[in-house]
């Protein structure tokens, strides 16, 4: 069932996380993130292969693998959180730290220090925040939080919403008026009604993705007035 779309998903990972990159490939990260949002590939799957690329031994594709799963945690929501929030992966990361070179190792800090903050609230997360704190004792030193990533800890991308009509001119979705999803609200909508595409900062989006009507108005209020 996910054997199409995770073809899909390892072409994005491997251009999202050759070496060859000079800077990060914003196209297939979001595709990764769009893969695993309508479910077309299994999160747990999903994390396994950006593990092996998080410990490829080559640090340019370790980078790349830790932005890409950056992204994901960013915009996929508690589809990824559940992988990443275990025991196991916080074990993965601090493991990683004892012999990877200094770029990594703060790409690594930085993660565990956004994502401690990102789900403070969260109890069944919790291990993120013990790990967190665990560290610092051990005399882990973290890099100053990111501007953008305060930005994150305020705002997470919103779950995508199920629904059998546009939420947005209420006609009904079948096999001709086909669903999409406005990657701003998470709600559900025909393709006229979500045929704009935005950037959405707060959620670390940096290229133009699918947004419904009203949420595009609101993006780009400011070069609107
Ligand atoms: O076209 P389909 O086979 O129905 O698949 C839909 C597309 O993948 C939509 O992606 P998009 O939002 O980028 O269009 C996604 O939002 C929907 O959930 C999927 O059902």
Redo the contacts with the bound molecule.
Sequence with gaps: MFSGSSAGFNRALEKATSQLLLEPDWDSTMQIC?II????VQPKYAVVAMKRKISAENPHVEIYALQVLESCVKNCGSLIHEEIATKEFMEFLKDLLKIRPDTVKNKILELIQVWSHAFRNEPSYKVVQDTYNLMKLEGHTFPTLKEADAMFLAEKAPE?KEGDCCNRCRTK?GMVN??????NCGE?FC?KC?AKSSIIPKFGIEKE??VCDSCFDILNKADAA
């Design positions: 769009d949002r309508q479910g077309d995508w979705f086909r669903q999409h999803h406005c990657r559900v393709g979500s993705v699918r």
